[in-house]
Nanobody, 131 residues
């Protein structure tokens, strides 16, 4: 059973930084897609950044380009996805979700610089940025 466990959320002032982590387990794929999404109060969930694990292609929302970096670390038998968030703004506030998918269509979407559809989701971690 696929499990995604996020951590690293918290409260920070505008201009500060946070690093989110997502530990993935329950699968043995070596090529797959993972992403970070967020949902602000009263708004729809939106893609923040996505990454082709094993291939390297990535996609970022325009609102976070140059400020956020998605990366992964598969050493020590743990699959961990990170989101380094710098120069945070109050509009970055929301619940951040980790997502994964193992379909080739998801990888194809990343190669085409589009956010794929994801079928596996974590529970989310709250990020609050104050002005």
């Amino acid at each position: 059973q696929v499990q995604l466990l996020e951590s690293g959320g918290g409260s920070v002032q505008a201009g500060g930084s946070l690093r989110l982590s997502c530990v993935a387990s329950g699968f043995t794929y070596t090529q797959y897609s993972m992403a970070w999404f967020r949902q602000a109060p009263g708004k729809e969930r939106e893609g923040v950044a996505a990454l082709w694990i094993g291939g390297g292609s990535s996609v970022y929302a325009d609102s976070v380009k140059g400020r956020f970096t998605i990366s992964q670390d598969n050493t020590n038998k743990k699959k961990t996805l990170y989101l380094q968030m710098d120069t945070l703004k109050p509009e970055d506030t929301g619940v951040y979700y980790c997502a994964a998918d193992f379909a080739m269509s998801a990888i194809d979407a990343l190669i085409a610089h589009r956010f794929p559809e994801f079928r596996h989701w974590g529970q989310g971690t709250q990020v609050n940025v104050s002005s």
